[in-house]
């Protein structure tokens, strides 16, 4: 099962970004769905989750910047990235953390920031 993230691209400093990332149904409305960022020659580090119920939780870098959002209709979570800086720029992923077991993974998107 892979999931399927998109929305990356090249912007400058300041500027905004919205990933999107889509998963089997199945998987979607039982996972906690989080987004997880990869710095070139760096660990992989998580960015922000969000429950089944809503509630979200972010990386103090990201806090105030980055909203995560999902939309149970699209099967779809989202991050919605402003105030975007060079140090957010990195290989982002999502993923669904099943509670009844099992972590699946999308194929990442790359965020560029420019200064």
């Known amino acids: 099962v892979q999931l399927q993230a998109s929305g990356g691209g090249l912007v400058q400093a300041g500027g905004s970004l919205r990933l999107s990332c889509a998963a089997p149904?199945?998987?979607?409305?039982?996972?906690?769905m989080a987004w997880y960022r990869q710095p070139s020659g760096k660990q992989r580090e998580l960015v922000a989750t969000i429950t089944t119920d809503g509630s979200t939780n972010y990386a103090d870098s990201v806090k105030g910047r980055f909203t995560v959002s999902r939309d149970y209709a699209k099967n779809t979570v989202y991050l919605q990235m402003n105030s975007l800086k060079p140090e957010d720029t990195a290989v982002y992923h999502c993923?669904?953390?099943?509670?009844?077991?099992?972590?699946?993974w999308g194929q990442g998107t790359q965020v560029t920031v420019s200064s």
């Open positions: 149904g199945s998987i979607f409305r039982m996972s906690v």
């Open positions: 993923a669904a953390h099943r509670a009844s077991g099992g972590n699946f």
